[in-house]
């Protein structure tokens, strides 16, 4: 149980287009998913805290019209970035918060890739 | 500022050893201290974790030990295998409504040699 999918699993993009990363949790409902950066040999990065119904809680710094985030359901939420730019370029990784609000179940990740 | 300090940043052991890795953190508001482990390329998974009310806690071969007064947490891998090459962070979450983040150390990369 507590899987969480994300998809695509890498995307390559061209400057100035926008990319949408989707993440689900398959086997349980989530009221809150969290988005996270992580660049490579770093930590993760908490970019914004998802919950469902409501508007996202961005972190400071954040640019919350670049990167837009849709939680539209109780098992998916969603990660725009908008008009993408080479600096995008990252690992992009959600996790969702189980039903009994203790645990914080991660995706695979997703590989931006802005040419 | 960062909340949670990681030590060591890289940990070479031999197979069969015993990988330590330590946090310490200074907001006693933390109640939930989980350890992940991730793979290269993959997203990170939940290995372990533990609240401030236990000492220890083990399941298998991963070992937590808690200092609640010293306000540090420690991840003990026995019998270390080549499989368990990873990166492992510790993370700290202050006790809320359930939305709540987790902050995270800064990671271990952890080399199992034969």
């Known amino acids: 149980g507590a899987v969480v999918s994300q998809h695509p699993s890498w995307v390559i993009c061209k400057s100035g287009t926008s990319v949408k990363i989707e993440c689900r949790s398959l086997?349980?409902?989530?009221?809150?998913m969290f988005w996270y950066r992580q660049f490579p040999k770093q930590s993760l990065m908490l970019m914004a805290t998802s919950n469902e119904g409501s508007k996202a809680t961005y972190e400071q710094g954040v640019e919350k019209d670049k990167f837009l985030i849709n939680h539209a359901s109780l098992t998916l939420s969603t990660l725009t970035v908008t008009s993408a730019h080479p600096e995008d370029s990252s690992f992009y990784i959600c996790?969702?918060?189980?039903?009994?609000?203790?645990?914080?179940?991660f995706g695979p990740g997703t590989r931006l890739t802005v040419t | 500022q960062q909340q949670v300090k990681q030590s060591p940043q890289s940990l070479i052991v031999q197979k069969g050893g015993i990988s330590i890795i330590n946090c310490a953190y200074e907001n006693t508001a933390f109640d939930y201290f989980p350890w992940y482990q991730q793979f290269p390329g993959k997203g990170p998974a939940l290995l372990i974790a533990i609240r401030p009310d236990v000492s220890e806690k083990k399941e298998g071969r991963f070992t937590i030990s808690f200092n609640k007064s010293a306000k540090q947490f420690s991840l003990h891998i026995m019998d270390s295998q080549p499989g368990d090459s990873a990166t492992y962070f510790c993370a700290a979450r202050v006790k809320g409504r359930g939305n709540e983040k987790l902050t995270f150390g800064t990671g271990t990369r952890l080399t199992i040699i034969p």
């Open positions: 086997d349980f409902q989530a009221t809150t």
């Open positions: 996790s969702a918060r189980s039903p009994n609000g203790n645990e914080q179940y």
